[in-house]
C-alpha cells in the first residue's frame, strides 16, 4: 500500500509520521533560529550545500537598493550543478525527458552525459566568441538542449536570458534588443498537439538588424537548418571538445536575465546574482520537495519562466537528484498524459500550478481514476493563488489523501520560493500560502509602511536582510530598479522589498495571498501587464485608445478583456479576429483578450487617466464607485450598455 504522508488534526492537514521521518526539517524551531540570525543560517546553507572555490569574506553587504550576498566568493555554477555529482553519480540520471509524440522514446542523460554535452557547448560558445559577462539569448522548447545551453552559459560565465518559445517575434526581438545578446539558441521547431511547430522562423525575423551575429539552430524537427548566420546545434557538437574547465566567477556576478511583466509596456529584465540564487535554488528545493537519493521531481512550468528556470532545471541538479520535463500539451494524446508519466518514471515530487489542475477537473474521470500514482510524496503548487476546489481536488484526485500539498508563493523576482509551508512541519491549509521559509522575514504594511495587525489585509514586504535568491536590480536600469522595489526606501526610509502583492496574515501565522496589487495580471498562470497589452493593442492600426482590464475566469484564474476606441469609426467586422492576431504577433497568444469592446469613451479622470477600475466593476456587475471624479460620467452608462448587449462576460 502507498505511504500516506499527511494525517488530519482537527480541521488541518499535518505531516504523518511518515513523512516527518523522511523530511530534511521536522521541528518548527528551525524557524526561530534562523530568525535569531539570518545572515549566519545562510552561511552555513551556502557553506554546506555548495562548491566554493574561494570563500566569501562577506556573507551579507547591504547598500541599498542594493545589497550583495557571499561577497568576496567565488564558484562556478555549473559545476555545482553537475561536476561535483559525478564522483559519486555519474551514471545517475540528471534529466529525464518526455517527447511529446508517443512514438518517441523517453532520453535520459545521465550526470556524466550532461558534462560531456555542456562541456561541448561550452567549447562551442567560446568558438563562436562568447565570453565572461556576455548576454546570450535562448528561445528555446522545453528539450534537453535548453537545459545543456542555459548550464554551458553559467560554465563559461555568459548570461543567459531565456524567452519564453510561444512568445512573439517582436518579443523576442525586444528582448535580444534589450540585452544586446550576441548570439541566438533555438531549435527549428517543436511538437504541440501532434503537430510540428515552427520556432526558427519566428527566432529569424527577431534576429534580423539586432546585435546577434550567430543563430545556433537545435534540429528538433530534424529539418536541415541553413544560412549564412546559423549553424546546426548537432553539428557543432559532433566536433566539439569535451573538456572545458568552468570559468570562476564571483558570487555577485549575474547569472542571468530573465524579462518579466510590471505596470509599463515593456518588461523588464530581472537579474539574478550567481552564489545568492544558486544557495536560494539549491535549499529552497531540498526542503520544499525533500529530494532524497533516488527520487524524480517533476515540476511542469517551461524554461520560459522562473519556475522552470529553477525547479524544472537549476534546483533539482544543485541537488544531484533527477529532474523530468515533458515536451509537450498535458491533454495529448488524451488527458491522462501527465499520470501515465507519474507512474512510468516514479515521480516523487510534483510541481504545477492551478490553472492545469482546474483544466484537469474539467476533464471526465476516467482519465484520472486509475491512476494511483503511488510514487508520490509531495505536491506543489505555483504562479497563482490556489482556490479550495482546485486544492481538495489535487489533494484527492492526484495526492490520493496521502500527500501534502506545498503551496509557493513567490516571483520571478525572488528567484526561488518565500513562503510555503514545508512538507515536515505542516500545516497544509487550502488557499493559505503558509509561512516565511525560514531565514525570511515577511510583514503586512499600508501604503506608508505601517505594519497591519492579524488579518488585516494590505501589501506584503520582504524585510531586511534579503533574501539570497533575491534580484539584483533590472538590467541596465537602475531607475527602473529603485521605482518598481523600493518606494518604501526613497518614500519613508523603510527597508522594504515591495512585492506588489496583497496579503493578510491569520491569527495561526500563516500568510493567505490575495493577488496582485498592481496592473500585473496571471492568465493561466503566465505573468502579463495591462501596460504592455494596451501598449501592443493601440499599436494596431485602426485602433486610437486602448484599456485593459483583468477579469476573474473560473479556468485560467484571470483573463484580459480590451475596450477599445477605434480611429475614424472604421468598425470592419472582422475585428476582434485582427486584434487577436495582432496581439499574437507582438507578444503572443498568451496575451490574446478574451472579450474585446468597442467604445466611443473610456471613463476618465479630469487629469487624464482612464479608470480601470471602473471597467471593472461593469465587467464583474459591481456598482462602480467613485463616478463624481470622472470627466466623463456618461461614458459608465453607454459601456454598461455595450457590456449587456454582448452578453458577455459574466
Ligand atoms: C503570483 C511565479 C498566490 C503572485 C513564481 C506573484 C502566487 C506572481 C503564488 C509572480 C501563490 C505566485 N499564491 N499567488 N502560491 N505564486 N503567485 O513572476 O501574484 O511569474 O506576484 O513568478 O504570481 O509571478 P511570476
Not at 253 to 268: A, C, E, H, R
Not at 332 to 360: C, G, L, Q, S
Not at 462 to 484: I, R
Not at 539 to 545: D, F, I, P
Request: with cysteine; glycine share 6%.
Amino acid at each position: 500500500m502507498a505511504i500516506k504522508y499527511i494525517t488530519k488534526k482537527g480541521s488541518k492537514y499535518w505531516p504523518s509520521k511518515a513523512m516527518k521521518e523522511i523530511a530534511y526539517v521536522n521541528n518548527p524551531k528551525i524557524y526561530k533560529e534562523a530568525d535569531k540570525n539570518p545572515i549566519k543560517f545562510w552561511a552555513k546553507i551556502a557553506k554546506e550545500g555548495l562548491d566554493w572555490e574561494e570563500p566569501w569574506t562577506t556573507t551579507y553587504e547591504e547598500k541599498l537598493p542594493y545589497f550583495k550576498w557571499f561577497k568576496g566568493g567565488k564558484l562556478n555554477f555549473s559545476y555545482n550543478c553537475i561536476d561535483r555529482h559525478l564522483f559519486k553519480n555519474a551514471n545517475k540520471p540528471a534529466l529525464i525527458f518526455v517527447p511529446e509524440p508517443t512514438n518517441e522514446k523517453p532520453t535520459i542523460l545521465t550526470y556524466k552525459e550532461l558534462h560531456e554535452k555542456v562541456c561541448k557547448f561550452s567549447n562551442v560558445l567560446t568558438k563562436y566568441k562568447i565570453k565572461k559577462g556576455d548576454v546570450v539569448s535562448i528561445y528555446l522548447p522545453l528539450i534537453p538542449e535548453a537545459l545543456v545551453a542555459m548550464l554551458a552559459c553559467t560554465r563559461i560565465g555568459a548570461i543567459h536570458s531565456v524567452v519564453f518559445s510561444a512568445f512573439s517575434s517582436d518579443a523576442l526581438k525586444a528582448r535580444i534588443q534589450d540585452g544586446k545578446a550576441k548570439l541566438l539558441i533555438t531549435a527549428d521547431g517543436y511538437y504541440r498537439r501532434g503537430k510540428p511547430i515552427n520556432l526558427l522562423k519566428k527566432a529569424k525575423l527577431a534576429a534580423k538588424r539586432t546585435t546577434i551575429k550567430k543563430i545556433i539552430v537545435v534540429p528538433r524537427l530534424k529539418k536541415s537548418v541553413r544560412g549564412l548566420k546559423i549553424r546546426d546545434f548537432n553539428k557543432e557538437m559532433k566536433t566539439a571538445s569535451s573538456k572545458f574547465i568552468p570559468t570562476t566567477v564571483k558570487s555577485e556576478d549575474p547569472m542571468f536575465i530573465l524579462y518579466t511583466s510590471g505596470t509599463t509596456g515593456k518588461p523588464k529584465g530581472v537579474v539574478h546574482d550567481t552564489g545568492g540564487y544558486a544557495t536560494h535554488a539549491y535549499i529552497t528545493t531540498k526542503w520544499n520537495f525533500n529530494l532524497k537519493d533516488n527520487d524524480v521531481m517533476w515540476c511542469t512550468a517551461d524554461i520560459g519562466w522562473i519556475t522552470g528556470h529553477t525547479y524544472a532545471f537549476y534546483g533539482p541538479l544543485l541537488n544531484g537528484s533527477t529532474t523530468l520535463i515533458y515536451e509537450g500539451s498535458p491533454d495529448f494524446p488524451k488527458p491522462d498524459r501527465w499520470w501515465k508519466i507519474i507512474e512510468k518514471h516514479n515521480v516523487t515530487a510534483f510541481y504545477t500550478a492551478p490553472t492545469a489542475i482546474r483544466m484537469f477537473m474539467k476533464f471526465p474521470e476516467k482519465y484520472i481514476k486509475k491512476y494511483k500514482m503511488p510514487s508520490l510524496k509531495i505536491l506543489g503548487s505555483v504562479g497563482e493563488p490556489i482556490d479550495k476546489d482546485a486544492w481538495n481536488w489535487y489533494f484527492k484526485k492526484i495526492g490520493h489523501s496521502r500527500c501534502p500539498i506545498i503551496d509557493t508563493w513567490w516571483q520571478t523576482e525572488t528567484g526561488g520560493t518565500i513562503v510555503n509551508v514545508l512538507p515536515g512541519i505542516g500545516p497544509f491549509v487550502p488557499t493559505l500560502a503558509g509561512k516565511s521559509f525560514p531565514g525570511i522575514k515577511h510583514i503586512i504594511v499600508d501604503e506608508k509602511g505601517k505594519e497591519k495587525k492579524k488579518n488585516q489585509l494590505g501589501f506584503i514586504v520582504q524585510k531586511s536582510p534579503f533574501a539570497p535568491g533575491l534580484l539584483h536590480g533590472v538590467y541596465k536600469n537602475h531607475p527602473k530598479y529603485l521605482k518598481t522595489y523600493w518606494q518604501y526606501l526613497t518614500k519613508y526610509k523603510k527597508k522594504y522589498y515591495d512585492s506588489s502583492d496583497g496579503a493578510f496574515i491569520t491569527k495561526d501565522n500563516l500568510i493567505r495571498i490575495t493577488g496582485r496589487t498592481d496592473d500585473v495580471m496571471k492568465v493561466a498562470g503566465h505573468r502579463l501587464s495591462t501596460a504592455e497589452l494596451e501598449d501592443a493593442i493601440s499599436q494596431h492600426k485602426l485602433v486610437n485608445e486602448c484599456a485593459v482590464v483583468p477579469i476573474p475566469d473560473k479556468l485560467k484564474g484571470e483573463v484580459p478583456v480590451a475596450f477599445l476606441i477605434l480611429k475614424h469609426n472604421k468598425h470592419p467586422s472582422n475585428l476582434e479576429k485582427q486584434i487577436k492576431s495582432h496581439v499574437d504577433k507582438k507578444i503572443g497568444p498568451t496575451a490574446r483578450p478574451s472579450f474585446i469592446y468597442v467604445v466611443n469613451q473610456l471613463p476618465k479622470t479630469r487629469s487624464g487617466k482612464i479608470m480601470r477600475r471602473i471597467l471593472k466593476s461593469l465587467l464583474i456587475n459591481e456598482e462602480p464607485k467613485g463616478l463624481s471624479t470622472l470627466l466623463n460620467p456618461k461614458s459608465v452608462d453607454e459601456i454598461k450598455k455595450i457590456i449587456a448587449n454582448k452578453n458577455h462576460p459574466k
